[in-house]
Each structure stands twice: as structure tokens, then as C-alpha cells.
């Protein structure tokens, strides 16, 4: 049975976590100028593994060359997330300036109570 060598690294799920190290094994497994158990040994990774990611490349290539990939989307959702963020911060600095001009108390305070301030602040 092979035998595998660590890189040096404390833990190896740690070192191959890292999507640049993936992205050249991956290279390496597709230039086939070595046999993939070689270069599975070189980079101390089981060639199941190394299969693995060799059978997804191709999957994640169509992905981020069409119009609709996945970093797309998130983008796009961190956007989104990102306006209404400041939406509501805007809205939240209109209602207390709203409240400190019509002289409404704030929770805690005496004052009109809670139907009296919806009334206030709707008309």
C-alpha cells in the first residue's frame, strides 16, 4: 500500500481546503504530464480525491462561463441585501427624527402610548 507524505503541514485537510491548491491539482491531473498516482503523491492527497475534483472541473467551467453562474446570483443577492440594509437604516433614522420633531416619547418613556403614535405618525 502507498504510503503518503505530508507537506510539512499540520493538517492536511487544512492545506487542500484551499481552492488554489485544488485548482492545481486539478491542472495538474487534466496536462497529464504525469501518472495521477504520481502527481496525488506529489501533492499527498488520495487519488479517489483527485478523481473527484477531476470529474467536477468541467461542471464548475460551464457554470462560470454562463450568464447565469453561481457567483452571479451571489453577487447579485449581496447587492440586494446590501440596499435594503440602507433602506431600512434610512427609514429608521426618519422615524426618530419623525418621533423627536412631533415630540412622540420612545419606549420606556411616559407619553402616547403605542395606538396614539401609529395615529400620529400615519396622519
Given at each position: 500500500?502507498?504510503?503518503?507524505?505530508?507537506?510539512?503541514?499540520?493538517?492536511?485537510?487544512?492545506?487542500?481546503?484551499?481552492?488554489?491548491?485544488?485548482?492545481?491539482?486539478?491542472?495538474?491531473?487534466?496536462?497529464?504530464t504525469?501518472?495521477?498516482?504520481?502527481?496525488?503523491?506529489?501533492?499527498?492527497?488520495?487519488?479517489?480525491?483527485?478523481?473527484?475534483?477531476?470529474?467536477?472541473?468541467?461542471?464548475?467551467?460551464?457554470?462560470?462561463?454562463?450568464?447565469?453562474?453561481?457567483?452571479?446570483?451571489?453577487?447579485?443577492?449581496?447587492?440586494?441585501?446590501?440596499?435594503?440594509?440602507?433602506?431600512?437604516?434610512?427609514?429608521?433614522?426618519?422615524?426618530?427624527?419623525?418621533?423627536?420633531?412631533m415630540?412622540?416619547?420612545?419606549?420606556?418613556?411616559?407619553g402616547?402610548?403605542?395606538?396614539?403614535?401609529?395615529?400620529?405618525?400615519?396622519?
Amino acid at each position: 500500500m502507498l504510503r503518503y507524505i505530508r507537506n510539512g503541514t499540520n493538517n492536511q485537510k487544512e492545506a487542500f481546503s484551499r481552492v488554489q491548491n485544488k485548482i492545481r491539482v486539478v491542472l495538474d491531473l487534466l496536462e497529464q504530464t504525469d501518472t495521477a498516482l504520481a502527481i496525488c503523491f506529489k501533492y499527498s492527497i488520495h487519488p479517489t480525491q483527485a478523481r473527484k475534483w477531476k470529474e467536477q472541473a468541467p461542471l464548475n467551467l460551464k457554470q462560470s462561463f454562463s450568464s447565469n453562474s453561481a457567483f452571479a446570483e451571489l453577487k447579485e443577492k449581496d447587492n440586494l441585501i446590501q440596499n435594503l440594509y440602507t433602506q431600512v437604516g434610512k427609514l429608521q433614522y426618519q422615524l426618530d427624527w419623525l418621533k423627536k420633531k412631533m415630540g412622540v416619547a420612545y419606549r420606556g418613556e411616559t407619553g402616547a402610548g403605542g395606538e396614539r403614535q401609529c395615529q400620529i405618525i400615519n396622519s
